[in-house]
């Protein structure tokens, strides 16, 4: 990708590893079986963009940002989240997240509110910060999920299983749980039940 700046453009079965991406602009663009490993990108711009069956992996993220991308059946490992928030606070990172595969990302000081994880398996993930306000992660795999200092008020974590919510550093009001997930809740308090 040589040009510096793509609109509209649409990318099928590109495979990158280690590439270094640097100053590139993207707007509107579609990608799809694409493949980026361990690949660095420095002051790099998404703008609405859509991702369908990729696969991210660790990517190396210097003041770049991202801005309403949408995420249908990808793969994301080692994906620092808080690292591409939109410049100033305007725009939200991400638009739409359906069916998608997450391990290891980390959420830090993101606003989510109604953002919907519904059927996304995210495995060892952290939100850290994070504003989750009616946040919908029903029926997800959250395998070693962790949350601490967000706002979970009026979350949606129906049949959802695994996560690890630090209730004294949480706002939980109103949130939606199901048993017996929901007993682990109180661990995080101190309180044992048998």
């Known amino acids: 990708m040589p040009a510096s700046y793509f609109e509209g453009e649409k990318f099928r079965g590109l ?16 990608f799809q079986d ?10 790099c711009v998404l703008t609405e963009c ?25 793969s994301l490992t080692g994906v620092n989240w808080g690292l591409l928030l939109p410049t100033g606070g305007f725009g939200d990172p991400l638009e739409r997240m359906e069916a998608c595969r997450l391990k290891y990302n980390f959420f830090t000081g993101i606003d989510l509110r109604r ?36 706002d979970l008020t009026g979350a949606n974590f129906r049949e959802a299983v695994g996560y690890k919510v630090d209730v004294p550093s949480c706002t939980v009001k109103g949130a939606k749980f199901s048993l017996p997930e929901a007993a682990n809740l109180l661990y995080s308090l101190g309180i044992q039940v048998d």
């Open 15 to 30: 495979s990158f590893i280690e590439e270094r991406f640097q100053g590139l602009t993207l707007v509107d663009c579609a």
């Open 34 to 43: 694409c493949v980026f490993e361990s690949c660095a990108f420095l002051r």
């Open 50 to 74: 859509r991702f369908l069956n990729c696969r991210i992996t660790d990517p190396k993220c210097e003041y770049s940002q991202v801005k309403f991308l949408t995420l249908e059946n990808c």
């Open 115 to 150: 953002f919907s994880f519904s059927g996304t398996a995210l495995q060892g993930c952290m939100f850290a910060e994070c504003n989750l306000m009616e946040s919908n992660f029903q029926n997800c795999g959250l395998h070693e999920t962790e949350f601490f200092r967000c």
